[in-house]
């Protein structure tokens, strides 16, 4: 119990200290890659509707643990803590609370100051829907949306 404890402060500290990293091999952008490419091969084979689904959640969830497990178990060989070191590195890769509020922070002190077009503009950034009809209300419940989205999918 100790030991996860360790590495859920260890992860957020972390996060909370350095943010969200940009680079190659970050594995959520890993994800999205793999994610894409099973994704296009399934087009590819006409395989879609539920069954393309069904198929494209079991094949990439199949590959992301088979990998986690194995390096995982390699590192836990090698020494308890480099398991460890391995579990602070992927929930903080994936927290990504600092980068979310960086990303609605300018978003609230637009809103602070009835700035409704930069709000947008910053919204826009973050969601995947049209914010250029929302109003004020609609703006924080779309950041808060977001954030909380993301939050989830973290975890």
């Keep these: 119990m100790t030991e996860i404890l360790i590495i859920l402060v260890t992860a957020y500290l ?4 350095i943010g969200d990293p940009v680079y190659r091999f970050h ?3 890993m994800t999205g890659r793999l994610i894409s490419f099973v994704e296009r091969s399934l087009f590819r084979l006409k395989m879609t509707g539920i069954s393309g689904g069904i198929l494209l959640l079991v094949l990439v969830n199949t590959v992301i643990l ?3 497990f194995a390096l995982f178990t ?3 060989g090698m020494h308890i803590w480099s398991g460890a ?3 602070i590195f992927v929930l903080y890769s ?3 609370l600092k980068d979310m509020w960086d990303h609605a922070l300018p978003i609230i002190k637009a809103l602070e100051r009835d700035n409704i077009q930069e709000a947008r503009n910053l919204t826009q950034m ?3 829907r049209d914010s250029e009809q929302l109003d004020k209300s609609g703006l924080a419940r779309a950041v808060i949306e977001s954030c909380a989205e993301n939050f989830v999918d973290g975890f």
């Excluded at 972390?14 to 200290?17: E, G, R, V, W």
């Design 126 to 128: 973050i969601v995947g």
């Design 94 to 96: 994936s927290i990504c």
């Design 14 to 17: 972390l996060d909370s200290a």
């Design 27 to 29: 594995p959520v952008r």
């Design 85 to 87: 070191a391995l579990n």
């Design 66 to 68: 088979s990998v986690y």
């Design 74 to 76: 390699v590192l836990s």
